[in-house]
């Protein structure tokens, strides 16, 4: 099972932390406000009152035990770079921090924050998902019941054709298109073979969405 930390618990930060808690992810939060912290303690695995900019308390939370931290500290920048810092510091692993503006972005840049996360157009469920697994891209969801996926092939997949593969039947889901490279195939054929690399764009409605993702590879 993956492991995340949400810093940060505001309208975004509360998001990625109770979706990926939703897709069975275990889930710590923390946050300086103690009504927060309570409001999500029965919906994460872990709750944390505490202030970020405190090296010696995140240094508590073993972040190198976290397979990616979301930083989605509201409106100051000069906390976020802080928090930054120390996460940095200790060691922990696919920092992805929430951009105030273009400024906060391109400082974040500098750092080599590993993700800056535009809310405006990354929401919380969407970086959710590409979170939860190791193999997908991107996600979008086109209806509160329907989405698209783009996935990079599973080894279990390579060598196959679509036909043998079969994911409508077993899966209801729909191949849209294979990316293969700067290559991008519209017009499938049932004999076409998947390779290692190639990223799959997947139609299908929220719940078989979320059985086929599961299957990744880990």
Request: net charge neutral; charged share 25%; aromatic share 4%.
């Amino acid at each position: 099972m993956k492991n995340f930390l949400v810093i940060g618990c505001g309208r975004f930060g509360r998001s990625v932390a109770i979706s990926l808690a939703n897709m069975g992810k275990c889930v710590t939060i923390m946050d300086s406000d103690e009504a927060t912290v309570q409001q999500l303690s029965d919906k994460v695995a872990h709750a944390v009152q505490g202030n970020a900019t405190d090296i010696n308390t995140l240094e508590m939370l073993k972040l190198k035990n976290y397979d990616g931290v979301v930083l989605g500290i509201g409106t100051d920048i000069k906390t976020s770079i802080l928090v930054v810092v120390n996460l940095q510091e200790l060691g922990a692993k696919n920092v992805i921090v929430k951009a105030i503006n273009k400024t906060h972005a391109k400082m974040l840049e500098l750092m080599n924050v590993q993700r800056v996360i535009y809310p405006e157009i990354d929401k919380g469920v969407r970086l959710a998902r590409s979170l939860s697994t190791c193999n997908l891209l991107d996600y979008l969801e086109i209806s509160p019941d329907y989405s698209i996926v783009e996935i990079i092939a599973l080894s279990s997949w390579i060598g196959k054709c679509l036909m043998e593969l079969d994911l409508r039947t077993e899966y209801n889901v729909n191949v849209m298109a294979i990316k293969r490279g700067e290559r991008v195939m519209l017009s499938l054929d049932p004999e076409d073979v998947i390779r290692k690399n190639d990223i799959l764009v997947i139609l299908g409605h929220n719940k078989n969405l979320e059985c086929f993702e599961a299957k990744g590879d880990r």
